[in-house]
């Protein structure tokens, strides 16, 4: 990738994986669906089975060929997030709460300003964390050992 096109990468999206989103151009112009993945990269998404292409296959080793059908990636402005309350695309807003939690918020003509929640897929783990310490972890005595105090001083290093 040139500097130009890393230029013109989208900074702060505001579109996540499992949103539900309506087309807004194309070929399934004003269908609904919901995002598969997101591709930071090329300021693209893929939604569950929209924007259907033929892709012919090449037989292989461990595969047979063919002609299939997939997803292909759309640019993410040719989506706009659906508000939960009225259904119709809207523009995606920040705003913090009162207990100081960031949420998004639908934004635009004739949307009802409701709080856009936040995809329950992304709160699965794709790899579960480890519950047994490995041999690179650090023992939790140590961890949790005091090396410093900061009303005498003790434990300061001498310079």
């Not at 080793?61 to 695309?89: C, M, R, W, Y």
């Amino acid at each position: 990738m040139g500097w130009k096109a890393a230029e013109k990468l989208i900074r702060h999206w505001k579109i996540l994986r499992g949103d539900n989103v309506m087309i807004i151009r194309g070929k399934d112009k004003g269908e609904t669906g919901t995002i598969k993945r997101v591709i930071r990269s090329q300021n693209r998404v893929i939604v569950e089975g929209k924007n259907l292409v033929k892709k012919h296959i090449k037989q292989g080793p461990g595969h047979e060929g063919g002609i299939f059908t997939v997803e292909a990636p759309l640019h993410a402005s040719n989506v706009q997030v659906l508000d939960p309350v009225t259904g119709q695309p809207c523009k995606v807003g920040v705003k913090y709460l009162e207990d100081g939690t960031k949420v998004r918020v639908s934004r635009g003509i004739g949307t009802s300003g409701s709080i856009i929640p936040r995809p329950e897929i992304l709160k699965i783990r794709t790899t579960p964390r480890p519950t047994v310490a490995g041999p690179k972890d650090t023992p939790m005595d140590l961890v949790l050992e005091k090396t410093y105090d900061s009303k005498t001083g003790k434990g300061m290093p001498d310079l």
